[in-house]
């Protein structure tokens, strides 16, 4: 009895561990017209202030070549995550220039919502999130 004890614990804690180490799939990561769009919903949140405080007016922008470098799918809030991470290339309009900058690294999460239609863009802030819908 005690063998048989001891084998259930054993399978117990195996099952127990394997249930802990479940990620997301990958294959319901973000396409990339959601990364594009989160890319400009973060560098929004930035410019906004920044117009603001300058008194300028906002500048166009257009994100391009994105290249995801890393894909760590996570769960946040005990909803499917995931970490992205790479590089894109920026272009700013301005009522007199434009200029272009190439490689701007980035580093997103995004969490896909519960009915998989919508998702936000994640921002740890002192150990919290908040979210931001991404349209």
Not at 8 to 30: D, K, N, R, W, Y
Not at 81 to 107: C, E, I
């Amino acid at each position: 009895m005690r063998r048989f004890l001891s084998f259930l614990t054993s399978i117990f804690l195996v099952f127990l561990t394997a249930c802990g180490s479940v990620t997301p799939p990958q294959e319901f990561a973000p396409p990339g017209e959601i990364v594009t769009k989160a890319l400009l919903l973060q560098f929004r949140h930035t410019s906004d202030r920044l117009s603001q405080s300058l008194q300028i007016e906002e500048p166009q922008v257009k994100i391009a070549k994105i290249n995801v470098t890393s894909l760590e799918p996570i769960y946040v809030g005990n909803l499917p995550a995931y970490h992205l991470q790479g590089d894109y290339d920026l272009t700013l309009r301005l009522p007199h220039q434009k200029d272009t900058k190439q490689h701007n690294n980035f580093d997103l999460y995004l969490q896909r919502q519960i009915e998989g239609k919508t998702w936000r863009l994640l921002e740890e802030v002192a150990s919290q999130w908040r979210s931001y819908l991404v349209r």
